[in-house]
């Protein structure tokens, strides 16, 4: 499933998730137009969070909900451990290659990461909705999207 399309699935599950919402009136508008005021300048309201015009919020709100954001960190040590060696003798001693190189360079080694995260972004094994402060992987997404999109009958 390629970006766009995994975009589109969620806007229609948070469109299916949600309520047309008057809020001049304070009340639902399931047809689209609020019958009170006939206006259909209509927020989103997803039950048990609140109302706000658009679908960006719902999508951000229901993946908070059921998914669990990637800890990029972690999967960039285990990568440093996968190539390198686990622990690097230095002298006498043994130290964790992955602290070493943190402990010593910290600035080289976050933007290793980042880059290394940026990647996989762009491999799109991961995707994130709010700049890169969270990520999902794809494929959980894309297991979300199956189980949640109700196709239009
Ligand atoms: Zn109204």
Not at 22 to 47: H, N
Not at 101 to 128: C, F, H, R, T
């Amino acid at each position: 499933m390629c970006i766009e399309n995994i975009k589109s699935s969620l806007e229609k599950i948070a469109f299916q998730k949600t309520i047309p919402f008057c809020y001049q009136c304070y009340k639902e508008a399931p047809t689209g137009t609020c019958k009170t005021c006939m206006s259909d300048d209509l927020m989103r309201l997803l039950p048990e969070f609140g109302c706000e015009y658009g679908t960006e919020w719902v999508v951000e709100e229901l993946l908070k909900e059921e998914l669990e954001t990637v800890d990029t960190e972690e999967i960039f040590e285990q990568v440093i451990e996968e190539c390198y060696e686990e622990t690097t003798k230095i002298g006498f001693m043994e130290f964790s290659t992955v602290e070493l190189m943190k402990n010593n360079d910290p600035i080289y080694w976050s933007m290793a990461q980042s880059e290394y995260v940026d990647g996989l972004a762009q491999d799109e094994q991961l995707i994130s909705f709010d700049n890169g402060s969270n990520y999902y992987w794809i494929h959980d997404l894309e297991s979300y999207i199956e189980e949640n999109l109700e196709e239009a009958a």
